[in-house]
């Protein structure tokens, strides 16, 4: 991974550089932001650079026989920690390290959730156990195979259970020479304050639209207004641009769902009430979770549009057509109340209370708050 290949970040990666090149490498630095910002290729590209033997132009050759192994995330100096699932205590982050390289080979711009769906079809949550501090310790406590650094990668360190922060702590507080520690964090509040105390904080902003629609360029056949619109909506993260992209016949079916139910609700038509919580219980529960998390989005947007504060809006060309009439009925006195509706139907179908009952009285309570 180069520099280069990274869209965007250029403050970013001129501080990384410089650390390199002015022999100023700090012991731990913690590159955070928001997912989809570009976190995890900085955080390999600057090892990469820092072990490169013929570095020019401000980025690691890409030819070296450091950088061929680099490329391939197969460098013996080159350490990972992420998230994992495990059924067995003695499962540790390097039984999944194949499936790790091909995920970051296709793309190094991945959520938790989709990394857990690689490596496993159960619910579990994703965490670093304690027996990764075990081999992490023993991994520094060797010497470099080939590099001048070695260099411990760190996924999502706050996913890190207590007693494997506590260990890394005290590498952190007394580090072993020429060894590097990458956080890449998304959630950095979570982290200890001890830890955050004791890295280099470097913050990865949202990517630039201009940067969002060379990278979308690159990746997806559109029209220039169509990367313009995706790359305002995803709000700088290259993650949230690729969802809407994929999912947007579904975005659509839901935008229709939820026009629908403000439309008959407003009308107080019983009957189109009725056929929508029929609508909506043919759905499947796990799309039925999907579209109420879609309509609280679309009434925080409303309420924005309301409000005329445009800036902040996120919305696709035919989401804003329908709030032009619709947002006048999302205010301050009814948004709360809207939203707390929402949020109470997703909790009886994560109850398994019967659908098409949450939706009909969803639909009733909808009557007096949009005529509030």
């Known amino acids: ?45 600057y090892a990469q650079y820092l072990n490169c033997e013929n570095r020019q132009g401000g980025d690691a050759c890409g030819v070296c026989p450091s950088c061929v192994k680099f490329n391939k995330l197969i460098h013996p100096d080159l350490h990972f920690v992420f998230p994992i699932t495990r059924s067995n205590p003695s499962v540790v ?13 296709l793309s190094p711009y991945f959520t938790l959730d989709q990394w857990l769906q690689k490596i496993s079809s159960d619910n579990k949550q994703g965490m670093i156990y304690e027996n990764e501090s075990d081999v992490i310790l023993h991994k520094l406590g060797q010497k470099s195979f080939e590099a001048d650094y070695k260099t411990m990668i760190i996924w999502l360190p706050e996913k890190m259970n207590v007693v494997c922060a506590n260990k890394i702590l005290k590498v952190l507080e007394e580090p072993m020479g020429k060894t590097l520690f990458v956080l890449v964090s998304e959630s950095q509040e979570q ?50 641009a690729e969802d809407i992209i994929k999912t947007s016949d579904e975005k659509r079916e839901y935008f229709d769902l939820f026009a629908e139910a403000m439309r008959a609700s407003y009308s107080r038509n019983a009957k189109r009430m ?29 309420f924005i549009y309301n409000i005329k504060n445009k800036d902040l809006n996120y919305m696709t060309k035919f989401e804003e057509d329908f709030s032009v009439r619709f947002s006048p009925f999302v205010k ?27 939706f009909f009285d969803l639909a009733l309570k909808m009557i007096m708050l949009l005529k509030q």
């Open 332 to 358: 301050e006195s009814n948004v709360f109340g809207l939203l707390s509706e929402l949020e109470c139907a997703e909790r009886h179908i994560e109850q398994n209370v019967q659908a098409k009952l949450v």
């Open 191 to 240: 982290l200890l304050a001890t830890i955050v105390s004791r890295v280099q904080r470097i913050f990865v902003p949202p990517l630039a639209d201009e940067d969002m629609v060379a990278a979308l360029k690159a990746r997806y056949e559109m029209s220039a207004a169509e990367y313009a619109e995706v790359a305002h909506i995803a709000n700088g993260s290259l993650i949230a």
């Open 274 to 302: 009725k056929d929508w919580s029929e609508a909506m219980n043919r759905l499947g529960r796990k799309r039925q979770l999907s579209f109420l998390a879609y309509a609280q989005r679309m009434i925080r947007e409303n």
């Open 93 to 105: 982050c390097d039984n999944y390290l194949s499936e790790w390289r091909e995920m970051v080979n």
């Open 1 to 45: 991974m180069q520099f280069k290949d990274i869209y965007g970040q250029e403050p970013v990666k001129q501080t990384l550089r410089k650390s390199v090149d002015e022999g100023r490498v700090p012991h731990a630095v913690m590159l955070s932001g928001a997912p989809g910002t570009g976190k995890l290729a900085l955080a390999i590209a």
